[in-house]
């Protein structure tokens, strides 16, 4: 039971620090709250004594650092904050535990309920951003209010403002840890009404209860499950740098290829072999024309009976980048209301008309 709670406890305290680096843990604000069982009982078997020894052995002396706050609360009869000092020195921690030794188990009730509400106040009242708290609540009894307590006769694991405050405490907790001495109290109800509490049983005597090293044990599962997640975040935002690079590679890497592909189409669209159809009405010829290739009309190697002799040179059809060209030879043999009529070069549109009422229509495919 004592291993499942330590661990619910352990996410729940990571979760708490997400975020906080490795230096922020070292060096973060501690609140120390000592709630303390002060009824008559706890003077038996020395239990009040041992208490105290642990207290300056195991709390003062092995989790206390300069910096802290340490609160001390006792309850009994009622519930009251002893004291609330900083922790500046060393002097002060040997204060410390003078003013614990002066405390007296003289009460004859235990009000555990009240001393829950107390502390529900305190840590209400003293909250602060990023600072941890760590709360140790010692008893040796049941929950025996007084007469006129609202707790007196209430049966604490089932009553329902009993659980609410400890969901409270447990939302303002950093480590809360319940020491139970003996067989027959309410650290149990205490520990079922706070979330992720972790909860110790123990004889008279207290011994087997580590409290420094498991907050040292806490702490380095933290730092290491910190560690991990700012390991997460840097490769998260590593990753979140190749995308911006990748992305635009990868979309001028498809630019490319399209520019390739029509570099390709335009390439062979305009460099592959193609059929010059040349017709007067009457004859066709058909002559294969590469790229930039060109015919002379007519000429011995292109004839058309209509245009004249093999000697009549009258045009040359030019293939070019954007198509047929026209070279007028002989503008004589150029019907007058041809656009052709002139010497030079023309784009090819439409028909030829010559002189002698011939038509001459070029198709290139």
Do not use: C
Request: zero cysteines; a neutral charge.
């Amino acid at each position: 039971m004592k291993k499942l709670l330590l661990s619910a406890f352990i996410l729940s305290s990571a979760l708490f620090l997400f975020g906080q680096s490795q230096e922020d843990i070292n060096a973060a604000r501690r609140d120390i709250f000592v709630i303390l069982d002060v009824s008559r009982s706890m003077e038996e078997q020395d239990k009040f004594t041992n208490v105290q020894d642990y207290l300056d052995r195991e709390l003062i002396n092995g989790v206390v650092k300069t910096g802290d706050t340490f609160t001390l609360v006792t309850f009994g009869d009622s519930a009251g904050e002893i004291f609330s000092r900083r922790i500046a020195s060393d002097a002060d921690k040997t204060a410390l535990v003078s003013d614990i030794r002066r405390v007296k188990p003289d009460n004859g009730f235990t009000d555990i309920g009240i001393a829950m509400e107390k502390l529900a106040e305190i840590l209400d009242r003293n909250e602060e951003a990023g600072t941890r708290r760590i709360i140790l609540f010692i008893t040796d009894g049941m929950n025996a209010p007084p007469w006129g307590s609202k707790y007196r006769g209430v049966d604490l694991s089932i009553d329902e403002n009993f659980k609410s405050l400890g969901e409270k405490i447990s939302r303002g907790s950093w480590f809360f840890y319940i020491i139970g001495i003996g067989g027959n109290t309410d650290a149990q109800e205490i520990a079922s009404a706070v979330p992720n509490s972790v909860l110790q049983t123990t004889g008279s005597d207290m011994q087997g209860i580590e409290l420094g090293s498991q907050i040292g044990s806490l702490e380095e599962e933290e730092r290491a499950r910190i560690e991990a997640e700012r390991i997460r975040m840097e490769e998260e935002e590593r990753a979140r740098r190749m995308e911006k690079l990748i992305l635009p590679a990868i979309a001028g890497g498809i630019i490319v290829l399209i520019l390739l592909i029509l570099l390709i189409l335009l390439f062979r669209r305009v460099f592959r072999i193609k059929e010059l159809i040349i017709t007067d009405e009457q004859e066709t010829l058909i002559k294969r024309l590469p790229a930039f290739g060109g015919v002379l009309l007519n000429s011995p190697a292109a004839i058309l009976p209509g245009i004249g002799s093999e000697n009549s040179q009258i045009f040359r059809l030019q293939r070019s980048f954007l198509g047929l060209k026209v070279k007028i030879l002989d503008p004589r043999a150029i019907a007058d209301n041809s656009p052709y009529k002139k010497n030079g070069t023309h784009s090819l549109r439409g028909v030829i008309k010559l002189a002698n009422g011939r038509v001459i229509r070029v198709t290139l495919r």
